[in-house]
């Protein structure tokens, strides 16, 4: 028994033994030696462990870093932001491009003098002004549509009123000229102020959603052809007699950034097609880059070519609807009437009612 | 951890290669986790624990391996934790019947001076006598890494009673 436990305690100390002369072996490598017996622990019996202990220190430096990652990725988001406001920048200054391109003159480019007041009182201050050839009724456009009407002119500076100003009125019609009315502010609360009204429709003249909205040319402010808005729903009043349908502006408050002032004497009358061609060939083009196949494609040329015939009859239809009118007896030639007449445009809806109805345009 | 001579020897060695495994696992996937000059030595804790069930030997094995596995994560110093551990967990197997008793806080104590020796053991293999800072260290940051060793030695004692506690013969 007792040799027993002394053979065991020979063999006990001679394991333990072995165990420190192989750690002291260790200890007196070559270094170079010690890191490849190191490397090969660590890769092969000691792997797991390794693993193991890699993912906590990654778990820890994530946990340390996280204040730093937070601050990193609000820089990144404040820096996008900014990155988006250019890339808006360049799409409005790009249609404002494609826009004077088409309007090849007649028009003054402007800035918006930035005031912060847009909210309250609905009106724009323009880096353009007498000096440039800019005055009063002009109207301001973007490459999105309407944005309203030059109301002071100063040498250097001129004030807009937008169309979200309570005195603005344009006279409007749809895009193929079915429909005619007048658009004013909805004057509703919180979004809904936002938004405009195409009142005094005739009451067969009856709009889908979505249909554009432009202006006709009736009045001496606004030519014809002027993207305002689209359709979004019918609204009901206690006229029975005529429609009022809630229109969604083109050009949106947020948008408002460089804009044209037309000048009248040198702008076209009839502008049918400068906005609404760029928007229907616009998306027209869309949907042939997103065409995936041949039919798809074949499609959306087929949709193209439809759009372009539609807006080319709907132009020549309103040509000849003018002329026809132009020719009847009686009809006041509004072209011709002297600027510092009675502006259909902006004066208030009692007194347009007031006013002769266009002789064809029964409400 | 020897051979089990019958089935409950067998289920306490099984619970106490569970408890050095969980331990192991503690150490390298809690550790880093923590920062501070004071951190849990939950290796140790498993070698000292693991060395007073099993025969000098095997404890000697046991305190290499382990020794060996600190050693290729941390080489600067390859082969000084093996050293250390391998002397420590031998010790620890000789001394058991001395110290551990059923006494928990007698064996927290025994984790405690082994945790200092062992850091001054490494410190005096390494060779790093002339690192700035070692004598706080011993003195100060040891000790109390120690008594956190103790303190969770007695934890671990009372919490896990079946896993870390020699079965009474």
């Known amino acids: ?363 | 951890m020897s051979r089990p001579s019958n089935p409950s020897d067998g289920a306490s060695l099984l619970r106490a290669w569970l408890g050095f495994a969980l331990l192991l696992v503690a150490h390298f996937a809690i550790g880093p986790l923590l920062s501070g000059p004071v951190t849990p030595d939950f290796l140790l804790i498993a070698v000292l624990f693991a060395s007073v069930r099993v025969r000098p030997g095997v404890a000697a094995v046991i305190g290499f391996a382990s020794g060996l596995l600190l050693d290729a994560l941390a080489p600067m110093h390859f082969g000084a934790a093996a050293v250390v551990c391998t002397a420590l967990a031998f010790a620890a197997s000789w001394l058991k019947a001395a110290f551990f008793s059923e006494n928990v806080f007698v064996t927290g104590l025994f984790v405690f001076a082994g945790k200092w020796l062992f850091d001054l053991a490494l410190a005096g293999v390494s060779g790093r006598f002339q690192t700035p800072g070692l004598l706080a260290h011993l003195l100060i940051w040891s000790p109390l890494a120690a008594l956190l060793a103790g303190v969770l030695a007695v934890v671990l004692l009372t919490m896990f009673r079946s896993l870390y506690r020699p079965a009474t013969r």
């Open chain 1, 1 to 363: 028994m007792s040799r027993t436990a002394r053979s065991d305690g020979r063999l006990d100390n001679g394991i333990a033994l072995v165990c420190v002369v192989l750690s002291l072996f260790g200890l007196i490598m070559p270094r170079s030696s010690r890191d490849r017996v190191a490397a090969s622990l660590r890769t092969t019996v000691f792997a797991p462990v390794a693993a193991l202990q890699s993912r906590a220190a990654a778990v820890r430096a994530a946990v340390d870093t996280r204040p730093e990652t937070l601050r990193a990725s609000g820089q990144v988001a404040a820096r996008l932001l900014v990155v988006q406001g250019v890339a808006d920048e360049n799409a409005t200054l790009r249609q404002l491009l494609g826009l004077s391109a088409r309007l090849e003159s007649g028009f003054v480019p402007a800035d918006v003098v930035p005031s912060g007041a847009f909210d309250e009182n609905f009106t724009l201050t323009l880096n353009a002004g007498s000096r440039s050839g800019v005055q009063r009724f002009f109207p301001v456009v973007t490459g999105a549509g309407l944005v309203g009407m030059i109301e002071q002119v100063d040498v250097a500076r001129s004030h807009a009123i937008t169309w979200a100003h309570p005195d603005f009125r344009v006279s409007a019609m749809s895009e193929d000229g079915t429909a005619f009315g007048i658009v004013q502010p909805h004057l509703g609360r919180g979004a809904e102020r936002w938004l405009l009204e195409l009142r005094g429709v005739r009451f067969r003249a009856k709009l889908d959603t979505g249909a554009v909205i432009v202006s006709s040319g009736l009045g001496a402010t606004y030519p014809r052809g002027i993207v305002i808005g689209t359709v979004m729903a019918e609204l009901s009043t206690p006229e029975k007699w005529a429609r009022t349908y809630l229109v969604k502006p083109s050009v949106l408050p947020s948008a408002i950034g460089p804009v044209l002032v037309l000048l009248l004497p040198g702008t076209p009358r009839d502008l049918n097609g400068v906005w609404t061609t760029i928007a229907s060939t616009d998306s027209a083009a869309r949907a042939v880059a997103a065409s995936g196949d041949s039919i798809a494609r074949a499609a959306a040329f087929d949709e193209l070519a439809a759009r372009r015939a539609a807006l080319d009859s709907v132009g020549i239809d309103s040509l000849r609807l003018d002329s026809l009118l132009r020719l009847m007896p009686g009809f006041p030639r509004r072209d011709s009437m002297p600027r510092d007449t009675v502006r259909r445009d902006t004066v208030r809806r009692d007194s347009v009612l007031r006013t002769s109805r266009v002789p064809g345009d029964e409400r």
